[in-house]
Every structure is written in C-alpha cells, then in structure tokens.
C-alpha cells in the first residue's frame, strides 16, 4: 500500500459546523489530491496541490478549502458542513518524477453531515 | 479522453485467470490505458497502466491490442480477495489527476 494515511476514518458531525479531515503521506511525493465519492457521480476532484503552499481548485470545490504547509500532510475543511456535502473523501498522492505515474488513493472518511 | 466500455460484471472460478476486457475505440495516440480497482469501502487501488506494449507486475497482466482499440486485464490466479470492481480509464498523462472512473466491472471470485 502507498504510505497515506486518511483521519478520522468515519466523522458525524452537524449542518454548520467546520470540519477538517487530513492526509498523511509517507512518500514524500509532491502531488496531492483530494476527492468526494458519491453514487451516480463517481470520483469528483475537489482540490489539488503541487507542493507546498501550492494549491487549486478541482471541479467540486465550492464550501472547500485546503492547506497544505509541510509535504507530508494535505488538510481539507468544510468551511461550514452542509449535508450534500455528506460523502466520502478520498486522498490522493502521485509521483512528480514520470509523466505517466499513477495516482494512489487512501482508504477514504466517511463523513456525514446530519 | 477516449470513452471505455466495460461489461458490467463477471464470474470467476477462484484459482483461475479473470480476464476483464476493456473497449476503448476511440483512444488517441498519447493516451495511456489505467487500470484501478475498488473493494468495498475503501480506496481505489492502482493496478497497472500501459501505452501499446503488453505490460506485467506482481498484481496483474496488461494486454492491448496492436491498434489500441481495446485491452484486457488478466488477474492470473484469482482469489476471494480479488472481487472487486475494476475500472478502465484512457487518460492522457498529464490529466491522471482527473481521472474519470466509470460504472466499471464488478468481479466476484467465487470459490
């Protein structure tokens, strides 16, 4: 398995309250990624970075924002959690060093927003 | 991107090949052919990926035809712990960071 590790792993949490979820890599790799699943919508990119303090916006990224102030770690937080934002949020990671590397993901957080 | 076509689900006998085909005709020159995999609840796990030549590594075989219209992946000796669903995705290799996983092909390795 790549080296992500994806915290908390499952998180209740109420309509209005600010949330943030991390992602730790031990792959010192400069990509990172974050993504929402959801049925019918696939795999959606929400925020993206290529190294630190170097961040954009995906396609999902209304009521997202992201840090990312070490290599290692990638922070996304729901300003103000809605329940559409209710999903589960994977991390990625991908190696600058070849063109056609491939994306790895962490296992995921479930998140609910009641 | 080019569009890939995937049946929606297989049987495979544990021990045996699963060859899971991947249609991908209209796949231009600079496109990679991806391949993922997502058991339940967790993460999408990269397999293999490949541009016009056969590829192998520990998890999985790549194989894609001369004129790159399709591919196959083969699982060579199926286990329980491979029934999944697997995704195909064409994607030219500067865009991976916005891959487009479809419906996929839902496996069951059944014992």
């Known amino acids: 398995d790549a080296g992500i590790t994806q915290s908390p792993r499952h998180k209740v949490t109420e309509t209005g309250t600010p949330v943030t979820l991390r992602c730790h890599q031990t792959?010192?790799?400069?990509?990172m990624y974050w993504y929402r699943q959801d049925p019918g919508h696939g795999l959606r990119l929400i925020h993206y970075s290529y190294g630190v303090k170097d961040t954009d916006k995906g396609e999902v990224s209304d009521g997202y924002s992201v840090s990312r102030s070490k290599t290692e770690d990638f922070l996304l937080t729901l300003e103000s959690a809605t329940s559409s934002q209710t999903s589960v949020y994977f991390c990625?990671?991908?190696?600058?060093?070849?063109?056609?590397?491939?994306?790895?993901f962490g296992n995921g957080t479930r998140l609910t927003v009641t | 991107d080019a569009k890939t076509t995937q049946p929606p689900s297989m049987d495979c006998a544990e021990g045996r090949a699963a060859n899971l085909p991947c249609n991908h005709s209209?796949?231009?020159?600079?496109?990679?052919v991806y391949w993922y995999r997502q058991i339940h609840s967790q993460g999408p796990q990269y397999i293999i990926h490949g541009l016009k030549n056969n590829e192998t590594n520990e998890m999985a075989s790549l194989i894609i035809t001369e004129d790159r219209k399709s591919s196959t992946l083969i699982l060579p000796h199926a286990t329980l712990r491979d029934t999944a669903v697997y995704y195909c995705?064409?994607?030219?290799?500067?865009?991976?960071?916005?891959?487009?996983f479809g419906t996929g092909t839902r496996l069951q390795v059944f014992p």
């Open positions: 990625a990671i991908k190696d600058q060093g070849a063109v056609n590397s491939p994306l790895h």
């Open positions: 792959e010192n790799h400069r990509y």
């Open positions: 209209t796949i231009s020159g600079n496109e990679y």
């Open positions: 995705i064409v994607r030219v290799p500067l865009n991976t960071d916005k891959l487009i």
